[in-house]
């Protein structure tokens, strides 16, 4: 069974900056795109930011130039650098992962969430 633990999240100022990090444990053969998704009250959940096992990276429209990803492939980990943040990136962030249970089949999973409040 493959688990996302995410980490970093928690209350930070307007123009501030946080550090993410998710962990993959488990048995499987490799871990492809890891990534960011976020979901703020209300509203659909939203594409932050991916990045491949060889490191090329997309980012969503509204953090692009902010929010930079990067991954350690050894430790099974994704980090989200998160700078200037506002406090419309208010949101639960979610781990994402394609992985590799069984080779060249990857299967989405996702994490538990962890919490980002951008406020005064």
């Known amino acids: 069974q493959v688990q996302l633990v995410e980490s970093g999240g928690g209350l930070v100022q307007p123009g501030g900056s946080l550090r993410l990090s998710c962990a993959a444990s488990?048995?499987?053969?490799?871990?492809?795109?890891m990534g960011w998704y976020r979901q703020a009250p209300g509203q659909e959940r939203e594409f932050v930011a991916m990045i491949s096992y060889e490191q090329s990276a997309w980012f969503g429209d509204s953090v692009k130039g902010r929010f930079t990803i990067s991954r350690d492939n050894a430790k099974n980990t994704v980090y989200l650098q998160m700078n200037g943040l506002k406090p419309e990136d208010t949101a639960i962030y979610y781990c994402?992962?394609?992985?590799?249970?069984?080779?060249?089949?990857?299967?989405?999973?996702w994490g538990q969430g962890t919490p980002v409040t951008v406020s005064s």
């Open positions: 994402n992962a394609a992985v590799e249970v069984v080779a060249l089949s990857p299967i989405p999973h």
């Open positions: 488990g048995t499987f053969y490799r871990i492809n795109g």
